[in-house]
């Protein structure tokens, strides 16, 4: 005997391993124990091989590895002995997997044993078998298992026909050898055999289609009459349980009845009694009754029942819903789930116990009360339901919000038939679970506030008020905070009022002071951070009277650890001190996102990750001077928003403007000479969108001068020298292109017009006749009126030429006035040259321009434009802006 | 079908474990780490069924110890929660008022009941009498051949006098 073989019992062993009170303790005794163990094996010592197999395995159960002893298993089952065998059989099944090459060795041994004369033995071999075989056994030993489904001793044939079972799994070519031998099984008596033959029938039915079709031919009337023997049986001890005989071998036998009356209406009627006596016969108060009911009802829903029988088993469930013990309302909640396609009217009856239920104490219950929930919203029940579920948030705890809080999004955004009461109800849900709520859902809450201008008014105010009371959501701060930077107009002069909205009064410090709080907030992290310097930054632009302390908040942050907040603060600022000349068109509102192509990306994209900042600082451009340093598209939320991701590699730098305006244009020309990938697009959140709308992003390389007409008014233009390369640049910009001419330069770029003039083909527009659809007014403001004046081209319905009429409505003069327009990206948009840059006060005169459209979605689409009017009064820049939506249809 | 059979004690301390599905070894701590952390958590006054990576867990507490069963998301949880007592019923017959201690030494005995009970997965008899009966008549013809060992050592021992 080696040293180590302390010989301990099995008993000694456990005790000792209980009486450790440390892990480390309990540690050494199992190496002590594994190290007398592995020298047993190694001196192959017969007599503790079975002892030391019982104490392997209570160490593997403590979690120890155990391989060595896999050999051990394998001498034990081929050792003569039951005890051996024994052990042997159940250390294999316990210490090996099917995965494990080592059990290929046990198929001879198992083929003995299942040859074997003593009836244990088999029941051993076939319990292994059934429990851990591969398909390679399955295969070699099947004829062997198939046999003894036959033999005479009941115990065998049980255990045989679950071994069965394993091997239809694991082998479904094999389920056509077992079918005849199931289905003279479930003509016996015992209760075991039949528990056994039923579930193999079952098995087999899943398998394959031809044993589905052979049992609903030879079985149907044996399972019904086992059925309905079991449930008319007079009390028997052995099978009762709580007053009901032999509950399992109802259920089972339930059970394969609903495979077999699937969709097969002969059985299905066959059936129809036997499954009306068990539904109204089965006594509900305890456990076993209620399992058999459920199974029932849950055959009633499989087959082709009668209408009655339906009933029958919805009033069940309803009772099931209304009990007090958790379990059956568990099981009620499932089952109404997939009664939902049966009779979707029966379930809806249950409603308001469902969303009881969403209110459960029980995490499981309530989970499934709230898929139920979400099956059952339809387009007239979506507004109670969620008013229900929206209410229940208030209370929910936390670790539920988060579920809750992604169905109600998705119900919402499902269901939502009006703009208005989606936005209400995601301002709720922000408002009570905004740190719960996924990115993509309030992103796509901003393309559609983006979309719909005339709820932007309202938007931002609610937003405004939700921020005051409910500021540590995180993305009901993010959304505020983007509405109060993009459209704080309308937060301070109550613009777009609804009927019934309560007004506030919030001054433009107000909406300073509360991006401002976002801003310090604790909690706030990079990105709202990043979001709030930008809406301030744009609020410095919209409330000129704020500037001074924007800039001082923004300059608080130059020397900010976090590197995108120092940029942007440093950015920021110079933009606010340096650039008032520009900060105007710089900061305009950002174009309407395009609903459409964001909800295809969303659905398609999981997760698009290309973060701007990568892409930022791609190319550094030779010789080119960068004044500001180089500005960067938003974080990466916004930038996937805003389509960046499909841009690839292009790199959408945007160079902020420079310090004088002729040294941005120098900029400008240098940047295409250089042939680098800046675009001159002021930077801001709206960059990116820029770029797409421009189509630059998609071109892998350059991204050059916005490439179309300028508008320039000045009657002063002067020729410049030209930059070569710039103009090739320009002209071998394909046609197809489409491109939007959001003009950014204010009109100290003479030099611009002229270089691009040359380009244009399509001059001025030459008159209003053959006017196919009347005028409209565009755009009117106390200020300014903007009416087109619409011409077809014939022969190409596409194309729109559309002749601007821009007139002052007010007394003093517009000097440097400048038209932009920006349209989605499936119009193409040409801009000619305005007639002048100075609109003559009180109508007197007007300035006209020329716009060719190309709808390239003719016909689908209608035209839809966002416009926007920059000029001077009295040296003072102003800017107006708005969404031409009333264009004439058929444009 | 049920996937796993597993008895934890409050502590967590596993007592029984049982794969009807094949879960590589590694896995299998990462499932019962899983399962028992997330049943363990339970109050006393919750259903018994929870949503576990696609299939359900049943479990129910019996003194000190839970009882878990894995079952499909298709199966019948309340006929599951039957199994389970079924199980308890016939240890506690077989032991004679079953308490941990029983099926922390005689954990072997444990496992040779549930395999009278349950064969991949599915049930396999309904009688409690019957399985007692099968598992007390190999436990004799266990008891038997170690007195036939015995007598045959002691026979060896004297014929080697």
């Known amino acids: ?891 | 079908m049920i996937h796993f059979a597993l008895l934890i004690s409050r502590q967590g301390k596993v007592r029984l474990t049982k794969w009807y599905t094949p879960y590589p070894q590694k896995q299998r701590s990462k499932v019962i780490k899983e399962v028992s952390t997330l049943i363990l958590a339970r109050g006393p006054k919750l259903c018994n069924f929870v949503d576990w990576q696609g299939c359900r867990v049943v479990y129910k507490r019996y003194a000190s110890l839970y009882f878990c069963m894995c079952i499909d998301p298709a199966d019948n949880e309340l006929e599951t929660l039957q199994i389970i007592h079924h199980f308890v019923e016939i240890l506690d017959r077989y032991f004679g008022n079953v308490c941990e201690l029983d099926l922390i030494f005689n954990f072997h005995k444990a496992y040779f009941i549930l395999d009278e009970i349950l064969i991949a997965g599915e049930l396999q008899e309904s009688n409690k009498k019957a399985v007692l009966r099968l598992v007390t008549a190999q436990d004799s013809l266990v008891e038997a051949a170690k007195e036939e060992a015995s007598s045959l050592s002691k026979i060896i021992a004297q014929a080697t006098k």
């Open chain 1, 1 to 891: 005997m080696s040293p180590f073989s302390s010989g301990t019992r099995l008993r000694d062993m456990i005790r000792a391993i209980r009486a450790c009170k440390t892990a480390a303790e309990e540690r050494a005794v199992v190496r002590r124990e594994c190290a007398a163990i592995r020298a047993a094996i190694s001196e192959n010592e017969q007599e503790l091989r079975h002892r030391n197999m019982a104490k392997l395995m209570f160490i593997h159960m403590l979690g120890y590895p155990t391989h060595f002893g896999q050999m051990e298993c394998l001498k034990l089952i081929a050792a003569a002995g039951f005890p051996e065998k024994r052990v042997g059989y159940l250390g294999l099944m316990l210490l090996l997997d099917e995965r494990q090459e080592v059990l290929m060795l046990v198929t001879n041994s198992l083929k003995q044993d299942l040859n074997h004369s003593n009836q244990f033995i088999v029941g051993l071999a076939l319990c292994a078998l059934g429990n851990i075989c591969s398909a390679e056994m399955a295969r070699d030993l099947a004829p062997e298992v198939e046999r003894l489904m036959l033999c005479r001793e009941v115990n065998t044939k049980k255990k045989a026909a679950l071994c069965s079972i394993r091997i239809v799994r694991k082998v479904p070519d094999l389920a056509e050898n077992f079918m005849a031998p199931a289905a003279s099984l479930l003509k016996e008596k015992h209760h075991g055999v039949l528990i056994s033959a039923i579930q193999l029938s079952t098995e087999l039915c899943k398998a394959s289609k031809d044993a589905l079709e052979y049992l609903r031919k030879n079985c149907i009337e044996c399972l019904v009459r086992i059925l309905r023997d079991v449930s008319n049986s007079s009390y028997a001890p052995e099978y009762d349980v709580s007053g009901i005989s032999d509950p399992f071998l109802h259920i089972r036998a339930l059970k394969l009845m609903r495979i077999l009356g699937q969709g097969d209406a002969d059985c299905s009627e066959y059936m129809n009694d036997i499954l009306a006596q068990v539904a109204t016969k089965t006594e509900s108060n305890k456990n076993a009754g209620n399992a058999i009911l459920y199974e029932c009802v849950q055959t009633i829903m499989g087959i082709e029942a009668t209408s009655g029988l339906r009933v029958l088993a919805i009033n069940i469930l309803g009772r099931f819903l209304s009990n007090r013990d958790n379990n059956i309302r568990y099981v009620a909640l499932n089952m109404l789930m997939r009664a939902i396609t049966v009779d979707a009217q029966a379930v809806q009856r249950h409603r308001t116990t469902i969303l009881e239920c969403v209110k459960d104490a029980d995490a499981s219950i309530r989970k499934r009360a709230l898929e139920l929930v979400f099956l059952l919203v339809n387009d007239t029940n979506v507004k109670p339901l969620t008013k229900e579920l929206v209410d229940y948030l208030n209370v929910a705890d936390p670790d539920f919000k988060g579920d809750l809080t992604a169905k109600i999004c998705s119900i919402v955004e499902k269901f939502s038939q009006e703009k208005l009461w989606y936005l209400d109800q995601m301002f709720k849900v922000l408002s009570l679970a905004g740190s719960h709520v996924k990115d993509d859902v309030w992103h796509a809450l901003i393309v559609v506030l983006s979309n719909a201008s005339e709820l932007q008014g309202y938007s931002v105010r609610s937003l405004y008020t939700a921020l005051q009371a409910y500021g540590e959501q995180g993305s009901l701060v993010r959304v505020a905070v983007w509405c109060i930077g993009e459209y704080g107009e309308m937060l301070v002069n109550n613009v777009g009022m609804l009927e019934g909205e309560e007004l506030v009064t919030v001054t433009e410090s107000d909406a300073v002071d509360a991006v401002e709080i976002a801003f310090n907030r604790y909690s706030a992290d990079v990105t709202t951070r990043a979001m709030c310097l930008v809406a301030l930054l744009k609020l410095s632009s919209r409330f000129p009277s704020t500037s001074e302390r924007i800039k001082q908040i923004v300059g608080q942050n130059k020397e900010n650890i976090v590197l995108e907040l120092q940029q942007r603060s440093i950015e920021f600022s110079s933009i606010i001190q340096r650039h008032q000349s520009i900060r105007s068109s710089l900061l305009e509102r950002m174009p309407v996102l395009d609903e459409a192509s964001y909800l295809v990306k969303r659905a398609t994209t999981t997760q698009a990750t290309i973060s701007a900042d990568k892409l930022a600082p791609a190319v550094t451009p030779g010789g080119l001077k960068l004044p500001n340093g180089v500005a960067k598209p938003t974080a990466s939320p916004l930038a996937d928003l805003l389509d960046l991701s499909s841009d690839g590699a292009s790199a959408t730098t945007a160079a902020t403007t420079t310090t004088a305006p002729s040294d941005f244009l120098q900029d400008l020309l240098g940047i295409g000479g250089t042939n680098s990938s800046m675009a001159g697009v002021p930077s801001s959140a709206s960059t990116d969108i820029l770029m797409d709308l421009l189509s630059i992003g998609s071109s892998p390389s350059q991204n050059g001068l916005p490439a179309s007409d300028f508008t320039h008014p000045g009657p002063e233009t002067k020729p410049v020298p030209v930059v070569p390369e710039a103009i090739d640049l320009l002209g071998s910009l394909p046609s197809s292109t489409s491109v939007s001419a959001e003009t950014k330069f204010t009109p100290v770029l003479p030099k611009a017009i002229d270089l691009l003039d040359g380009l244009s083909p399509s001059t001025s527009i030459s008159g209003l006749e053959n006017t196919a659809h009347p005028s409209i007014t565009a755009f009117q403001s106390a200020t300014l009126k903007v009416t087109f004046d619409f011409k077809r081209q014939p022969g190409n319905p596409r194309e729109t030429a559309i002749h601007a009429t821009f007139t002052n409505l007010t007394s003093s003069t517009f000097t440097d006035f400048i038209f932009q327009a920006a349209v989605p990206k499936f119009i193409q948009l040409k801009l000619d040259p305005a007639s002048g840059n100075t609109v003559p006060a009180s109508g007197n005169g007007s300035v006209t321009q020329g716009l060719n459209v190309t709808n390239n979605q003719h016909g689908q689409k209608p035209l839809a434009m966002r416009i926007r009017m920059s000029y001077k009064v009295n040296g003072e820049d102003r800017l107006e802006q708005g969404q031409v939506s009333n264009f004439p249809s058929g444009l």
